[in-house]
């Protein structure tokens, strides 16, 4: 690796200054990771509980507080290490353009909005591998209950040959909870923590199977079986009209990724054929803000062509 290439563009002198620039940068970088060893338990824990906020929902209030729960979409540990891995690539980053006061600085915000997008990101995914698993767990469960087993037994039984899954996390917490003393001096029922996984789930798609299984519960088995077995076959409509307009939709995603790669190709050819322009053009503190907006416009269509290739449809 070239020396050279890691100090600020202000240096004058960078075949002996090199050094001078690096030592307060590394500084910086030492005392956040000793900072971040000596208080991983404690940062854990702030972590932790600012994830448990961060992911309860609207109603989680009115739950019972034996059966609060939280989505495991990520755990603190990796989160924590993800902070300091994009505080640290962020702060490399930004030492290069400008002072490394104003890197420290900027490096905060710059952070937490990396990480926000990627908290929206991982719970994106948690909620769509829910989605994705849903029909046919309601599928076995729907045999199983209409071979006679009753609510629970049916649960573990389908449960037991899941691999794992957030999916199977939340039934695996539902069949826990089952028995559990409460605020209200009972035992929990199969109908109160239905209702309190319904409350907490972030998928809509569960919580809405779980607002008609909550209802179906207190019936005859006969009636369980017919709602389960409704739900079922709703989900399945609803999957096959969800496919249509995803092949429907599909024109817009296809679009937005050829003006993509278009508006790329151009850049790259601009690049190749005028490269010393280029370069000069963009290294210069205006021409980094123009890069900026030119790599968001770049992106647009590609942004566009995805939202418009998306269909949901959770009414069943």
């Not at 490096?107 to 990396?114: S, W």
């Not at 009972?186 to 209702?195: D, E, I, K, Q, S």
């Not at 790669?261 to 190749?272: C, E, R, S």
């Amino acid at each position: 690796m070239d020396p050279t290439s890691i100090i600020t563009p202000h240096t004058t002198h960078p075949e002996t200054a090199w050094l001078a620039d690096l030592t307060p940068l590394a500084a910086t970088i030492a005392a956040i990771l000793i900072v971040t060893f000596l208080m991983q338990s404690r940062l854990g824990s702030a972590l932790d509980a600012w994830l448990a906020r961060r992911f309860a929902p609207s109603g989680a209030d009115i739950v019972d507080p034996a059966l609060r729960w939280r989505p495991p979409v990520i755990a603190a540990s990796r989160l924590l290490a993800v902070c300091v891995i994009a505080a640290l690539v962020i702060l490399v980053i930004l030492s290069r353009v400008g002072p490394l006061l104003v890197a420290v600085v900027l490096a905060g915000p710059a952070t937490a909005l990396l990480v926000w997008a990627l908290l929206w990101f991982e719970e994106q995914r948690y909620i769509a591998r829910i989605d994705a698993a849903l029909p046919a767990f309601v599928g076995r469960l729907e045999a199983q209950v209409r071979a006679g087993s009753g609510l629970q037994p049916a649960i573990e039984k389908v449960i037991a040959d899941m691999p794992a899954s957030p999916l199977k996390a939340e039934w695996s917490w539902f069949l826990e909870r089952l028995g559990q003393p409460i605020a209200n001096g009972f035992l929990a029922t199969a109908a109160t923590v239905c209702a309190a996984l319904r409350a907490q789930t972030p998928s809509r798609r569960h919580a809405t199977f779980l607002s008609h299984l909550e209802i179906a519960i207190e019936q005859p088995h006969a009636a369980l079986v017919q709602r389960i077995r409704a739900a079922y076959e709703a989900m399945q409509a609803s999957d096959r009209r969800a496919s249509m307009l995803a092949t429907e939709l599909s024109q817009m995603r296809n679009t937005g990724i050829a003006l993509f790669l278009i508006n790329v190709g151009i850049t790259l050819y601009l690049f190749v054929v005028q490269n010393e322009r280029f370069l000069t053009a963009y290294r210069s503190e205006p021409g980094l803000i123009v890069g900026a907006v030119l790599a968001l416009v770049v992106s647009l269509p590609l942004v566009g062509g995805y939202l418009l290739g998306r269909a949901e449809d959770v009414t069943y």
